[in-house]
């Protein structure tokens, strides 16, 4: 056995939740196909049911495991379902948005020898994106996931790019549907003394293209179902306060991307000039929190794609 108690050589599954469909999980599927049979990793696509998107990957990728998941549209319920399917020793997580580093799963096995860790992950790159809306996405929805990282224990990882032990997925299954895993999962995990670990070169890369108009509903509906689920846990004196100084919060949130970006020593040429288009999308991640906070989630994770 390895230190880390796992096995010499672990199984692997890779789990793809799918709602967007072609051409983003094409590229990220296209990505894993040799270094998943490299590693004998199983392949776990999971959609919900009735999607046309599922027969038409099943045709294309026969090698992929495809899971028509029954009454179930949110992405992080779609990835619970994948590892109840999972039969790895060591679940990675990709977003179909993203196309994975030829080492991938490499890197991510290599780094859970290293030590008893829940999770290892790596940062998110760009793909050199032409239009202003995919910069847009990448610096609002990426940027605490922005390379470079130094090696070593974290809290930051992000779910788009993730290897879990399976182990410490099943035995917190009741938590994976709540949403986003980082923010469900990750808190509960650290209070029990969980370690976490970054890997610098466990590389994914954020695809585009992205319709302006099109994130903008869909930072809005994420927005609204990450407000409406937290402020049930909040007293009403704290959620009069928050929809009181919402407005001010565009400005806030606008200042901590830009000191983010800035300490990256990288991207703050391509984030400058990006602001006018961040700005109005700012606005519209507070409208959803604001709506969440005075009327609750609604239907909206179950349209987040």
């Known amino acids: 056995m390895t230190p ?13 939740a799918s709602k967007v469909g072609a051409p983003f999980i094409d590229k990220c599927l296209a990505s894993l196909k040799e270094q998943a049979d490299a590693h004998k990793a199983e392949t776990i696509v999971v959609t919900p049911a009735g999607s046309e998107n599922a ?20 992405v992080p319920a779609l990835r619970a379902r994948g590892v109840k399917e999972a039969t790895g020793d060591l679940v990675f997580v990709i977003e179909e948005h993203c196309d994975a580093g030829p080492d ?13 860790f829940a999770a290892v992950g790596g940062p998110i790159f ?21 390379p470079p ?19 410490v997925l099943t035995e917190h299954l009741e938590l ?5 895993w980082p923010m469900a999962v990750h808190p509960t995990l650290a209070a029990k003394g969980a370690k976490f670990f970054m890997v610098p070169d466990m590389v994914v890369r954020h695809l585009g293209p992205w319709d302006y108009g099109y994130y903008l509903s869909q ?24 929809l009181l100084i919402a407005p001010l919060l565009p400005f806030v949130l606008l200042a901590r991307i830009a000191r983010t970006v800035a300490a990256k020593g990288q991207y703050m040429g ?17 409208f959803g929190e604001w709506i969440g906070y005075l009327l609750g989630p609604g239907d909206a994770l179950s349209k987040v794609e």
Not at 152 to 166: C, M, W
Not at 270 to 286: C, G, M, N, S
Request: no cysteine; aromatic share 14%; glycine share 4%.
């Open 126 to 146: 760009d793909a050199d994106y032409k239009a202003a809306s995919d910069w847009t996405t990448y610096f609002i929805e990426y940027n605490s996931a922005l």
């Open 4 to 16: 880390s108690n796992l096995p010499a050589q672990p199984s692997l599954s890779i789990i793809i």
């Open 219 to 242: 930072r809005y509906l994420f927005s609204r179902a990450f407000a409406g689920v937290r402020a049930r846990a909040e007293s009403l004196p704290k959620r009069i306060i928050y």
């Open 104 to 116: 991938w799963l490499e890197k991510g096995t290599t780094a859970h020898a290293k030590g008893n």
């Open 55 to 74: 027969n038409r990957i099943a045709s294309k990728f026969p090698w992929a495991k495809i899971v028509r998941a029954e009454g179930v549209s949110e």
């Open 176 to 180: 994976l549907d709540a949403g986003y």
């Open 149 to 167: 990282f130094p090696e070593g224990e974290t809290d930051l990882l992000n779910d788009a790019n993730i290897a879990y032990r399976r182990s």
């Open 270 to 286: 391509r984030f400058i000039k990006t602001i006018p288009w961040i700005f109005p999308a700012l606005v519209v991640y507070v």
